[in-house]
């Protein structure tokens, strides 16, 4: 059975024909309209989210399925004690393909094991978030035409945003990036992801605390949340909350066809101001999260059909 946990568990070749099939869905959504007619789609989010539960469930209603779950862990089973494997196993005798999200680290990848349809990891703790990261791949190709060559500025809280660990991972692959990493010291990516991946890749990048200074070289920024509910004490969320606040005067020196991106939802860090500049693509990249959304479950669900579950298993 396939899943989708980590975004390395597709090949560029996936990644790109994701990308293409979004845009075909944008440029003629009727022929999607009954593509999954009789399917449903289960979304288990035992931790808070708008966007990404909200644009699954539009992405099933749109390929013309339907969807069932649950929003919050206290109305599920888990409140009584059940793994995650065990709400896994049993949602997968009511739905066709499960996306979920859980405050623990590695919880999809253990629910997995004996899942009998596709999993799709909609944000696990602090570690990745595939399906936010195929949203800003389609925004990126939307906006620039391309995946390589660009200068990405990822700016703000880059040790707990899960969100910037699955980015870099992915346009890693493509050629001749490079990153401006723009935190404060204490929000750096974590090691493994800077030896294991920029390092040995021998990735172009550069860490920074500091953003104006960094913005005239940038194709892409983008900006993200200090992850409160990731901290230890709530004394540091409150002296590094407010570290990096874009407004439209810092935007002077940037250039005429930077991105902004975000994966949203923002705090502080983008001042509403901000929102008119036609440099602000943040909410054109909730709008590529449905899509990219549709995409994938066609994607997953193409494939558990190609390669059923034989009965026993589903024992
Ligand atoms: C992100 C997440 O959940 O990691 N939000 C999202 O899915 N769009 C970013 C965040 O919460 O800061």
């Not at 660990?165 to 490079?178: D, E, F, Q, W």
Request: aromatic share 6%; with cysteine; charged share 30%.
């Amino acid at each position: 059975m396939r899943h989708l946990i980590d975004i390395m568990d597709l090949s560029i070749e996936e990644l790109d024909e994701m990308i293409a099939v979004a845009k075909d869905i944008i440029a003629d959504p009727e022929k999607y309209a009954h593509k999954c007619a009789g399917k449903k789609l289960a979304t288990l989010f035992f931790e808070p989210s708008t966007r990404t539960r909200l644009s699954f469930e539009a992405a099933m209603y749109e390929l013309g399925g339907n969807v069932l779950g649950f929003s919050e862990a206290q109305s599920s089973s888990a409140a009584k004690g059940e793994s995650v494997a065990d709400t896994i196993r049993t949602v997968g005798c009511y739905a066709d393909i499960i996306a979920m999200r859980h405050p623990k680290e590695g919880a999809p990848i253990a629910g997995t094991r004996r899942s009998t349809v596709p999993v799709i990891n909609a944000g696990d703790g602090g570690h990745n978030h595939p399906t936010q990261t195929l949203t800003d791949l389609l925004t990126i190709s939307r906006e620039k035409n391309r995946l390589d060559n660009l200068t990405i500025g990822l700016c703000g809280d880059l040790k707990f945003g899960r969100t910037v660990h699955s980015l870099i991972n992915a346009m890693s692959r493509y050629p001749n990036n490079k990153f401006i990493l723009i935190s404060p010291d204490e929000l750096r990516i974590p090691e493994y992801l800077k030896y294991e991946t920029m390092i040995k890749k021998n990735l172009e990048f550069v860490e920074t605390d500091d953003l104006e200074n960094a913005m005239p070289e940038l194709d892409i920024l983008y900006m993200t949340r200090v992850q409160r509910e990731r901290f230890f004490n709530e004394q540091d969320y409150l002296r590094l909350k407010d570290s990096y606040i874009l407004t439209p005067d810092k935007l002077d020196n940037a250039k005429e066809d930077l991105s902004i991106l975000h994966p949203l939802p923002r705090v502080n860090e983008i001042s509403v101001a901000v929102d008119d500049d036609p440099r602000a693509r943040y909410f054109e990249q909730v709008l590529n999260g449905k899509y990219i959304r549709m995409a994938l479950i066609l994607m997953l669900l193409e494939e558990a059909k190609r390669n059923p579950v034989p009965d026993w298993q589903k024992q």
